[in-house]
């Protein structure tokens, strides 16, 4: 079975500086890794994800994450925050195979943007 | 474009009555469906999917139960709420076909257990 850990529950920056949330995640082979977003009452809007090559994927809004297989990590990374940034990030892990879009979920990172 | 709409927005129950909670999704046929669970400041927790009307797969026990009636609709209902099924209920979908899929979220319904 997978699983993911998100080790900081909460991180807060100050506008236009870079971030890094950290990810790491457990799984027997190379799973799909994904980076999904959830605004205060809202559902959750995917950033980005990697399912094979590069391992620097790009994503919306300026995020980019990189997939370190041997270091089992895809942590996500942001060179210059915006106070719109602020919400809950959560790193995903998806077993390779299968048609259920099995995600196990990480418990998120509430990231607060300081102007 | 694709939409997904999901009611109510906000539930306040008392325990042991029914729930039923609803979602539909326009402008995709057949796609796949996902219950996701979020207790307060918890991680997500998937509880049911199904690829096609009439078939929907439990992933976790946590006395609910859910039905695909129509190819655009999907519902969690249970007959007698507990506590601890107090959380943010989240509808997904996905076009399905691999795991590699993403997940297309509605906003949710927040479920209060008194």
């Known amino acids: 079975a997978q699983s993911v850990t998100q080790p900081d529950a909460r991180v807060t920056v100050s506008e236009g500086a870079s971030l890094q949330l950290r990810c790491k995640y457990s799984y027997s082979g190379t799973p799909y890794l994904f980076w999904y977003v959830q605004y205060p009452r809202q559902g959750l809007q995917l950033l980005l994800k990697?399912?094979?090559?590069?391992?620097v994927v790009q994503g919306v809004n300026g995020f980019e994450a990189e997939f370190i297989k041997s270091n089992s990590s895809f942590h996500l990374r942001k060179a210059s925050v915006h106070w719109s940034d602020s919400a809950v990030y959560f790193c995903?892990?998806?077993?390779?195979?299968?048609?259920?879009?099995?995600?196990?979920f990480g418990k998120g990172t509430k990231l607060s943007v300081k102007s | 474009a694709q939409t997904i709409h999901q009611w109510p927005v906000a539930e306040i129950k008392a325990v042991g009555s029914p729930l039923s909670l609803g979602c539909t999704i326009k402008?995709?046929?057949?796609?796949?469906l996902y219950w996701y669970w979020q207790a307060t400041g918890g991680t997500l927790q998937q509880l049911f999917y199904?690829?096609?009307?009439?078939?929907v797969e439990s992933v976790v026990q946590l006395n609910l139960s859910a039905s695909r009636p129509k190819d655009d609709q999907f519902i969690l209902s249970t007959e007698k709420l507990l506590l601890s099924h107090s959380g943010f209920y989240l509808c997904?979908?996905?076009?399905?076909?691999?795991?590699?899929?993403?997940?297309?979220f509605g906003s949710g319904t927040r479920l209060t257990v008194l």
């Open positions: 199904s690829i096609t009307v009439g078939q």
């Open positions: 997904a979908w996905s076009l399905g076909g691999s795991s590699a899929e993403t997940l297309y």
């Open positions: 990697y399912y094979s090559g590069d391992p």
């Open positions: 995903a892990v998806s077993p390779q195979g299968g048609s259920n879009a099995k995600l196990t």
């Open positions: 402008g995709k046929s057949s796609p796949n």
